[in-house]
């Protein structure tokens, strides 16, 4: 029996050839359908090279298994989410690896109402059975059908999302060579139709799968440059870039200064629970990296903030247990009730526009106050030997003298005035360190460089 690695936590994730090809993905396709026993399944794919070929195969596999396929063509994570929400359909596979190196690809799987399948929701069945080989045998084959649901996801985000009474404002948009310059156009135009008088500056924009410019994740400080350069160029009223599969945006401030994420969470918490008839009753979902900042609003504006482990399934399952009205991440995944409890990378953009219209200020300055009442280090990245000594490490140092210790995800130490979360990436060989101090820059900027000796041994 095989042994499957491209299986993790939340998602499915592998370097081609090694541990995802065709071959398995034909088999994660009868497992899914052998699992759940969908009638029918919506099935799209990003727009990486490989993407065709696994989607072809995960369909086949599909199909023997006993399941008609909808192929919904190039797609976007969230508008096969769109899809599991709207169509007859009980369950939607997206062929994606977002922002993962050129050589991986993987797999975003939902059922019906966009519901996530993650380790202890199908996701380890699925595994168990994919590797195993052996399925039933069924009574009749499904067929292929072709369908897009571009046209009817848009009229969503214009229903439900669209900016009203916006003043006149110029927006940077790069798509990164990655699969949401489509979904882009068809909301210019249909913004254009509305008389909303928004200008985007396109740039990376074509959809292509060698990705000349780099693989799109603005989280990596190199990937940033051109969207900050062209908000300076034109002027712009902020910049936005998407990752791969355009279920994250990434926003930049008129100055084209890279807004972390974190701060973006708080905005739109704030935004919520200000909205809110009854914001008492409103539960705003935050992952456990950073979490002063958003914790320290969402009492401010009488919300209930809930930890959640960090991924996009554990996040969905919370949002749907708690009933929340919104739920962030500070790697820019933002979750919404209104949106089947899923992640969109279309929505925030949207939503903070018209923050900047309503408030009439910049960007930069619906942040700043946050930025130095909570810094932060922004998520550092390190390659290092062996991640459980690196941890080791750190808590030897750390732990004696920690207010607070929480395991939720990864180790979380919380002091009187900083406070650090080091964990391990679900989906790279990486340790992730975040950092955060109580409006002291310095001390969060000491701290940050003796974790990083520490944990890199030096």
């Known amino acids: 029996m095989q042994s499957l690695t491209c299986f993790k936590s939340y998602d499915i994730r592998g370097e081609l050839g090694s541990e995802l090809n065709e071959e398995i993905a034909y088999r994660i396709g009868r497992a899914f359908a052998q699992h759940f026993h969908p009638r029918c399944v919506a099935v799209g794919g990003d727009v990486r090279l490989s ?24 797609t976007g994570t969230e508008e096969v989410y769109f899809a599991a929400q709207t169509l007859a359909v009980d369950g939607g596979i997206e062929i994606t690896a977002s922002h993962n190196p050129i050589n991986y690809n993987g797999m975003k799987l939902v059922r019906a109402g966009a519901v996530p399948v993650s380790g202890d929701s199908g996701l380890h069945a699925i595994r168990q059975l994919a590797e195993r080989n052996c399925f039933e045998a069924v009574a009749a084959q499904g067929k292929l059908y072709h369908d897009s649901v571009q046209a009817d996801y848009v009229s969503f985000l214009m229903r439900s999302y669209a900016p009203k009474q916006m003043r006149p404002m110029k927006l940077v948009v790069n798509a990164g060579h990655g699969t949401a310059g489509p979904l882009i156009d068809a909301l210019e135009a249909a913004l254009h139709q509305q008389q909303i008088p928004m200008t985007l500056i396109k740039i ?65 918490a704030e935004a919520f629970l200000q909205q809110s008839a009854q914001p008492a009753t409103e539960k705003i979902i935050h992952d456990p990296r950073l979490i002063w900042n958003t914790q320290d ?42 949106f089947a409890y899923c992640d969109s990378g ?20 619906l942040v700043a106050a946050r930025i130095q009442a909570y810094p932060s280090s922004g998520e550092i990245n ?57 409006g002291e820059m310095t001390l969060m900027q000491e701290k940050t460089a003796e974790l990083l000796a520490l944990i890199q041994d030096k």
């Not at 989607?55 to 190039?74: E, H, N, R, T, Y």
């Not at 554990?314 to 009730?337: N, V, W």
């Open 204 to 268: 990376h924009h074509e959809p292509d799968g060698t990705f000349p410019h780099g693989i799109p994740n603005p989280l990596l400080p190199e990937c940033r440059a051109a969207t900050a350069h062209a908000v300076i160029e034109h002027q712009a009223d902020m910049g936005i870039a998407w990752d791969g599969d355009f279920d994250r945006c990434f926003l930049f401030d008129e100055r084209g200064d890279f807004i972390e994420g974190y701060y973006i969470v708080g905005l739109l």
């Open 297 to 338: 609003i969402v009492r401010t504006y009488g919300g209930q903030a809930v930890q959640s482990k960090t991924g996009h399934a554990f996040i969905k399952e919370r949002m749907r247990q708690e009933d929340a009205i919104y739920g962030g991440e500070m790697s820019a995944h933002h979750y919404f009730r209104d």
């Open 51 to 74: 993407s065709p070929a696994l989607k072809q195969a995960l369909a086949q596999g599909l199909m023997d298994g006993g399941s008609d396929v909808i192929d919904l063509g190039l």
């Open 346 to 365: 279309m929505i925030p953009w949207l939503l903070v526009v018209q923050l900047l219209s309503q408030k009439e200020q910049p960007l930069s300055s």
């Open 382 to 438: 390190l390659k290092v030997a062996s991640s459980q000594a690196a941890l080791h490490r750190v808590l030897d140092v750390y732990e004696p003298d920690a207010l607070a210790v929480d395991t939720t995800d990864g180790l979380s130490l919380s002091f009187a005035h900083w406070r650090f979360n080091l964990r391990a990436s679900n989906t790279e060989p990486v340790l992730r360190l975040n950092v955060e101090s109580r």
